[in-house]
């Protein structure tokens, strides 16, 4: 037993998922169900008819951690123990006439609102549906009928629009504006990111017109427009022609002749060999993994209360207008969720799957499904350990396996894949896979992208840009209070020859802990191999006397390009930073802020931190940013191959040993055809049938 960790921790209450005269009461955790939705809409609407109302957000309300550490039986600081939490709806209202922001909280248990304000000068997040209603205004304005017949569309079924947010808004303050870019396609299935067109009209979606259009004007060169390259980059196999393609694959089968390892609980509560955690989708983050724990033992260790990514910001680099604009906030502006695929229509996971849906509300309030919007599956990692004895003549190994939870969002033109890695050893992962298209835009027949692009192809830009994802991690690492510690490797300050130094070999390992929020704004340092733990110094390492605690690292750090002062720099000043540590507040889960569309940057986690505040045995929040600076390459088109970034977090000086030598060696297994999991038992065992 770790020292101090038995204190910390109290037995889940028996009641924790409660019952209503039999049924199944949902998880406070869980998202919001259909009927919850429809429900909570509807109070509004009978309590505000003398509005029209466009349900922008409909949501769950976070539950407070306070309540939800004494309900999931982490805290006994709450007398009696809490065995219900209030069900909330957060709703999110534009009026329709003004455009104006509301903010509603509806109580589910009570059938009633409980909190309605008017939140003025915010926009909030763009959905599906005005996706949509900005290319039909596009579409349908004649000016804009007029550019696509001079660009050489006729048939307006031939051009497409990109959904982009207007970044801060200059064209009219306190409106709700968006831009779109268009691309034209002389087929259906024709790429239309190689006919990027060369205008971009902006729209005041309340007044539901093309208010502007911009003009792409070539650099260095003679001519005043551009006109469109008309030669097709085409990747779907219907157009690239299936006798292209290659014709030495052969297929690879992943079966699980005994089913999979994990069980899904109540739909969200998913147990992996000692792992145990709750899964849900928001319209925001996308996936959403609370209450990580791990069995250790006889004793069920807290890790994680709430992890996700919370924000991921996208600068292009062309100081031209209108690509200056382009800074898009992926999360805060259209929302991973949202913006979810139905892997129905296609997953990249193999084997035994077993697949969760995700529930969301339109803009009208009515609540739809996204099915199988989250894969569970299990994943062969190769070697986990492995040594050979020369002396015995016997070699010992074990295979890896990592049970991994993922979903897709397709943002306009990029594709991103959130993967979530638990592996035997007690490591966490997460891994983002950014594929798609990238963003492209018209040059001139004599016109270069100059050094912030790249031709991919005769007159096609692909644009320099940087993609930076700050994953939002809240730890309860054997408990609440959790500090977090600076890891740096020196040399040792000793010349070689020195007595204490003779041989000249010799460097040590530094760790400071880090006190204040000031203090919690940190860079890497390549030079010293620097890395972050953290840690409870309440519990410590029966060998190691030293506190437990979890490392996180990661190759995917990078700097932001963009000026402080730019306007990107003034509505994402915390992405300077890779690390911000800050004290819990249930109201700070977004870096960039709860608003962000057309936001200027008054409410960021740079602002949170600037106030001192102690984050030394605290309620604490790490913010995490990494990412991608993609330098575009020919290679990157017509399909761009995925770019990988992410981070881990290992145990480190957690476990007494290796918690992962009680994995039993791997036993060959017949092949047989893949399976997909259609559901399962109490017990965990799934049934098959063949995809």
């Known amino acids: 037993m770790i020292q101090g960790l038995k204190k910390s921790l109290a037995k889940p209450p028996a009641s924790t998922n409660g019952s209503d005269i039999g049924r199944q009461l949902p998880h406070p955790f869980d998202q919001l169900s259909a009927d919850e939705i429809n429900q909570a809409c509807q109070i ?136 779109g870019i268009l691309y034209g396609k002389t087929s259906m299935l024709d790429n239309p990111y190689a006919h990027p067109l060369n205008f971009t009209p902006v729209v005041d979606l309340g007044e539901r017109k093309v208010i502007d259009i911009d003009y792409i004007k070539p650099k260095s060169s003679k001519y005043e427009r551009a006109t469109i390259p008309f030669e097709s980059r085409n990747f779907v196999p219907e157009v690239f022609g299936q006798t292209n393609l290659r014709k030495d694959v052969k297929p690879i089968i992943i079966q699980q002749p005994h089913g999979v390892s994990f069980t899904v609980k109540n739909g969200s509560q998913i147990d992996w060999q000692k792992w145990s955690m709750h899964v849900s989708m928001t319209y925001r983050e996308g996936l959403v993994i609370r209450n990580v724990s791990y069995q250790d033992g006889k004793e069920k260790r807290p890790l994680f209360y709430r992890l996700g990514i919370s924000e991921m910001v996208v600068p292009y680099a062309d100081p031209e207008s209108p690509f200056n604009r382009k800074q898009a906030f992926d999360v805060g502006e259209y929302g991973l969720g949202y913006s979810t695929n139905s892997l129905n229509l296609g997953c990249d996971c193999l084997g035994s799957i077993f697949y969760l849906d995700a529930v969301f509300s339109d803009d009208n309030g009515k609540a739809y499904t996204v099915s199988n919007a989250i894969c569970i599956h299990e994943e062969d990692y190769g070697l986990l350990w492995k040594h050979s004895d020369r002396r015995t003549s016997r070699s010992d190994s074990v295979r890896s396996r990592r049970l991994v939870i993922s979903h897709i969002a397709t943002v306009a033109n990029y594709d991103y894949g959130v993967y979530y890695y638990f592996y035997q050893d007690g490591t966490f992962e997460c891994e983002v896979k950014a594929t798609g298209i990238i963003n492209t835009s018209v040059l001139a027949i004599d016109e270069t992208p100059e050094k912030f692009g790249e031709t991919v192809a005769p007159q096609v ?181 995925v770019e990988y970034c992410g981070f881990t977090m290992k145990p480190c000086n957690f476990f007494v040993e290796n918690p992962a030598v009680d994995v039993p060696p791997s036993s060959k297994l017949m092949l047989e055809e893949s399976t997909q999991v259609e559901g399962g038992s109490e017990a965990g065992y799934f049934s098959r049938s063949k995809l």
């Open 44 to 179: 509004v609407r009978d309590e505000k008819k003398d509005k029209h109302f466009i349900f922008k957000i409909v949501t769950i309300r976070e539950p407070n951690k306070k309540l939800m550490m004494s309900y999931l039986g982490w805290s006994t600081t709450c007398e009696p123990i809490t065995t219900h939490i209030e069900r909330e709806a957060l709703i999110v209202l534009l009026e329709r006439k003004s455009m104006e922001c509301f903010e509603c909280i509806v109580s589910l248990d009570r059938r009633a609102i409980t909190k309605f304000e008017h939140v003025p000068h915010m926009q909030p997040t763009i959905t599906p549906d005005e996706q949509i209603l900005l290319e039909k205004i596009i579409l349908e304005d004649e000016k804009v009928i007029r550019e696509c017949l001079k660009a050489g569309f006729k048939d307006m079924s031939h051009v497409v629009v990109d959904t982009w947010s207007i970044g801060k808004n200059t064209k009219r303050p306190g409106k709700r504006v968006l831009q």
């Open 461 to 641: 830009n692909g644009q320099h840009h940087q993609h930076f994802f700050t994953a939002r991690i809240d730890p309860m690492i054997d408990g609440l209070l959790n500090s977090v510690s600076k890891v740096e490797v020196k040399p040792y300050p000793y010349p070689t020859g020195h007595p204490k130094n003779p041989w000249g070999n010799a460097f040590t390992v530094d760790e400071i802990i880090l006190k204040t929020t000031h203090e919690g704004q940190e860079n890497p340092d390549y030079n010293t191999g620097k890395f972050w733990k953290i840690i409870n110094q309440d519990c410590l390492h029966p060998s190691t006397k030293r506190p437990v605690g979890w490392k996180i690292t990661n190759k995917s750090l990078l700097p932001m390009f963009a000026q402080p002062d730019s306007i990107v720099g003034q509505r994402a000043p915390y992405a300077y930073k890779s690390l911000w540590v800050t004290p819990f507040r249930e109201d700070q889960l977004y870096p960039a802020g709860f608003y962000v569309n057309q936001s200027s940057g008054e409410d960021t986690l740079y602002k949170w931190a600037q106030e001192e505040k102690n984050i030394e045995q605290e309620d604490i929040v790490l913010w995490y940013n990494f990412g991608l600076t993609h330098v575009v390459r020919a290679e990157d088109f017509p399909i761009m191959p």
